[in-house]
Structures are given as structure tokens and as C-alpha cells.
Nanobody, 115 residues
Framework: QVQLVESGGGLVQAGGSLRLSCAAS????????MGWYRQAPGKQRERVAS???????NYVDSVTGRLTISRDNAKNTVYLQMDSLKPKDKAVYYC?????????WGHGTQVTVSS
């Protein structure tokens, strides 16, 4: 099993920044793609960004240029640098990891952006 723990969420004003972290523990050998998803109130969970072990990244169009995903494979940690935040970015952000056919989720961290 893989355990994922997110941190770094909070309240920020529009235009501000936050940095989310997600640390993986347990059976971390063989973790493949890691990513960030978010779920706003009343909406479905959506993929925000993902990153492969070699560093190839993918973003949803609405965050391109504002959010940056990165990972430290030695620390089994993935990050999401969030800049120029907007009220529409308010959501619970979840970390996700794929390992040997299994999909693992963290419990989420709340991000609130005030206008």
C-alpha cells in the first residue's frame, strides 16, 4: 500500500500563492505518475496536473502558466506551486499516485481564495 499525505493548503487572497506538498510512504518503490486533482463544492473531481517519474508534466488548460507541478523522487514527494490564484481555484486538492496498476489518494487539503 501507498499512503499519501498532503499539506500546504490554506486561505489566500486572489493573486496570492500557495505551495502544496504530498509525501508518499509505505510501498513507494515503483510509483509511476503522480498528480494533483481538485474538487470544488458541487462539482466533480478534476485532474489539475500530473508528472511522470522522468519529469514530463501535463496540465489542465485552466491552470497552465499559473500552477507548476514538480517532484522529488528521492523524497517520494510531489509539489504544486500555485501562483496568481483566483477565487475559482477554491477547492479541496487531492494528491494521487499510480503504482503497479493501483491508484492511491490522499485525504485532501483545502485551498480557499478570497476575492
Amino acid at each position: 500500500q501507498v499512503q499519501l499525505v498532503e499539506s500546504g493548503g490554506g486561505l489566500v487572497q486572489a493573486g496570492g500563492s500557495l505551495r502544496l506538498s504530498c509525501a508518499a510512504s509505505g510501498r513507494t518503490f515503483g510509483i509511476n505518475v503522480m498528480g494533483w486533482y481538485r474538487q470544488a463544492p458541487g462539482k466533480q473531481r478534476e485532474r489539475v496536473a500530473s508528472i511522470a517519474p522522468g519529469g514530463v508534466t501535463n496540465y489542465v488548460d485552466s491552470v497552465t502558466g499559473r500552477l507548476t507541478i514538480s517532484r522529488d523522487n528521492a523524497k517520494n514527494t510531489v509539489y504544486l506551486q500555485m501562483d496568481s490564484l483566483k477565487p475559482k481555484d477554491k477547492a479541496v486538492y487531492y494528491c494521487n499516485a499510480e503504482r503497479m496498476g493501483g491508484i492511491y489518494w490522499g485525504h485532501g487539503t483545502q485551498v480557499t481564495v478570497s476575492s
